[in-house]
């Protein structure tokens, strides 16, 4: 049984403000809840999971505390349309650092504003083994539900940085920045990558004059039919496919 004001607690979570208040944040589903039980155990505070879930994950659970509820209790506190078996409430990375970006390849992103093409991106950066993402500050909130959701759990492997990217972009020295943009040189007839920022601005403005400035190379998707734009998400896949 899910005390009421427990139940009102996690509720308050799906707002930014009580987040940052509390310093937590939410996760739902097998799958993320399971990435940060892996990856982010000493960071999981609670889980709230239907019997079903418990029983199939018992091992995984280990000490972690885990209170069992009902279905209808779950539909009270979850933030998804549709409720599935488990959520945990989650410490924020207090770990969070600024980066080192010799050696590797970092993100960095302007104004993405789209909290499931945020999570998207985190997720992607995950695949093509980018561990770290510089986010402008009025980029969306990595710990906003959809965000979370948008990630599938690789929000527990990416340090994601929120800074004023301008004055971090001008302290990057002796390292490439490359724009993604509309023109520039084609990303297919690039050589593989071993260090560099990738900059990638909102679908809908681009990269801020304001951090173009400090791009060493513009770089570009190949266009071959009529579409406009890309999305940021798909665009910064395109681009990790090719440059890694």
Same mark, same amino acid.
């Given at each position: 049984?899910?005390?009421?004001?427990?139940?009102?607690?996690?509720?308050?979570?799906?707002?930014?403000?009580?987040?940052?208040?509390?310093?937590?944040?939410?996760?739902?589903?097998?799958?993320?809840?399971?990435?940060?039980?892996?990856?982010?155990?000493?960071?999981?505070?609670?889980?709230?999971?239907?019997?079903?879930?418990?029983?199939?994950?018992?091992?995984?659970?280990?000490?972690?505390?885990?209170?069992?509820?009902?279905?209808?209790?779950?539909?009270?506190?979850?933030?998804?349309?549709?409720?599935?078996?488990?959520?945990?409430?989650?410490?924020?990375?207090?770990?969070?650092?600024?980066? &080192? /970006? *010799?050696?590797? +390849?970092?993100?960095?992103?302007? #104004?993405?504003?789209?909290?499931?093409?945020?999570? !998207?991106? =985190?997720?992607?950066?995950?695949?093509?083994?980018?561990?770290?993402?510089?986010?402008?500050?009025?980029?969306?909130?990595?710990?906003?539900?959809?965000?979370?959701?948008?990630?599938?759990?690789?929000?527990?492997?990416?340090?994601?940085?929120?800074?004023?990217?301008?004055?971090?972009?001008?302290?990057?020295?002796?390292?490439?920045?490359?724009?993604?943009?509309?023109?520039?040189?084609?990303?297919?007839?690039?050589?593989?990558?071993?260090?560099?920022?990738?900059?990638?601005?909102?679908?809908?403005?681009?990269?801020?004059?304001?951090?173009?400035?400090?791009? &060493? /190379? *513009?770089?570009? +998707?190949?266009?071959?039919?009529? #579409?406009?734009?890309?999305?940021?998400?798909?665009? !910064?896949? =395109?681009?990790?496919?090719?440059?890694?």
């Amino acid at each position: 049984m899910l005390a009421k004001s427990k139940l009102k607690y996690i509720q308050t979570l799906g707002q930014k403000k009580f987040r940052q208040k509390e310093r937590r944040f939410i996760a739902e589903g097998p799958k993320i809840v399971a990435e940060l039980l892996k990856a982010r155990r000493e960071n999981i505070s609670e889980i709230f999971a239907v019997p079903q879930w418990i029983k199939e994950n018992r091992q995984l659970i280990l000490q972690t505390p885990c209170i069992e509820i009902s279905g209808q209790e779950l539909e009270k506190i979850s933030q998804l349309s549709t409720p599935n078996q488990v959520l945990a409430v989650v410490k924020q990375f207090d770990d969070v650092r600024p980066l &080192n /970006v *010799k050696g590797k +390849i970092t993100l960095a992103l302007d #104004a993405i504003r789209d909290p499931g093409n945020l999570g !998207t991106i =985190i997720r992607i950066a995950d695949w093509f083994g980018v561990e770290q993402i510089v986010c402008s500050n009025d980029s969306a909130e990595v710990y906003n539900p959809k965000t979370v959701q948008a990630t599938m759990g690789s929000i527990a492997r990416i340090n994601i940085y929120y800074t004023n990217l301008e004055d971090w972009l001008a302290d990057q020295k002796d390292i490439h920045i490359y724009a993604a943009m509309l023109e520039g040189q084609d990303i297919t007839s690039m050589n593989k990558l071993n260090e560099g920022i990738i900059l990638t601005g909102n679908e809908s403005s681009g990269i801020s004059p304001a951090l173009l400035q400090w791009a &060493n /190379v *513009k770089i570009t +998707i190949p266009k071959k039919g009529n #579409a406009e734009s890309l999305n940021a998400a798909v665009a !910064t896949g =395109i681009i990790l496919s090719h440059i890694t």
